[in-house]
């Protein structure tokens, strides 16, 4: 804010009429800006409709809030019905990934149309990512626009893409810890079945043995919780740091009565 604001004053003293225009400009979107944390992932511009996303961090591996800003010529749309999904583009096939379309509200706290994606693979030799939106304005006489942005995701260890004895595969994803301490955290994951290379439902039955252990002292924590269902293939749980140092999170998984598999996720911190 401080900054765009003296920017402006300088170009008062140049260029009244660039002063009028990069005001307005910046006014518009100081709600965005003023929120540090906030990364533009793009934006695009379709039939005088203009798209932009965002996110907390850089983009890698895992799970990511998608937030969605939407302009018609210059002015904020007040209820767009946005629609979008990953997609990643490789040699011989496109795949998505599981995502979450942002819901009619605004998110309180950031002003902006918030959903979620899960980036299951990096960009680079393997393959592209982009995000594909579309956008209706139901004040507009349901008019609908669709445009691409390209994002850029860096490699991570919190996702594992398995397959089942079953044959049929799965994403599992660990949301949170994100920011690891000593003591009790939250514990996150996330379970879905890929049941196309477009389709990647929740899946709500999955059963979570928690375990942390320390493999440098060779012991684990007392008071862990393991995650289970809440909501959409979230599952929440706690887990007990009991010092710093390399933790692994090791999780045993069942659904009905099939072993989906033991994973291990490491921290250090
Ligand atoms: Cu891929």
Not at 147 to 164: L, P, Q
């Amino acid at each position: 804010m401080l900054t765009k604001k003296s920017r402006c004053f300088s170009g008062l003293l140049f260029l009244a009429l660039a002063v009028t225009v990069s005001c307005n400009l910046s006014d518009d979107q100081s709600g965005l800006f003023s929120e540090p944390e906030r990364y533009k992932l793009g934006e695009f511009t379709a039939d005088g409709v203009t798209v932009a996303a965002y996110s907390e961090a850089p983009l890698d591996m895992g799970f990511h809030h998608i937030y969605f800003e939407v302009h018609e010529d210059g002015a904020l749309l007040d209820r767009p019905e946005i629609t979008f999904t990953t997609m990643m583009h490789m040699e011989n096939h496109s795949h998505a990934s599981p995502h979450q379309n942002p819901s009619a509200e605004r998110d309180p706290d950031a002003g902006l149309f918030r959903g979620w994606a899960i980036f299951t693979m990096p960009s680079g030799m393997m393959g592209s990512w982009e995000l594909i939106v579309s956008v209706r304005d139901p004040d507009a006489d349901g008019r609908e626009v669709e445009g691409v942005i390209d994002i850029e995701i860096e490699e991570s260890a919190r996702v594992r893409t398995f397959m089942a004895d079953s044959g049929q595969r799965y994403v599992l994803t660990l949301v949170q810890p994100k920011n690891p301490r000593t003591g009790l955290n939250d514990l996150v994951v996330t379970l879905h079945q890929r049941e196309s290379m477009m389709h990647f439902p929740p899946v709500k039955t999955a059963l979570f043995d928690f375990e942390p252990w320390m493999p440098s002292m060779d012991h684990g924590s007392s008071n862990n919780v393991d995650p289970v269902h809440d909501s959409d293939g979230f599952y929440h749980g706690k887990v007990n740091f009991s010092m710093t140092g390399d933790w692994e999170l090791r999780f045993d998984i069942h659904r009905e009565d099939e072993h989906l598999g033991e994973f291990v996720f490491a921290l250090d911190f």
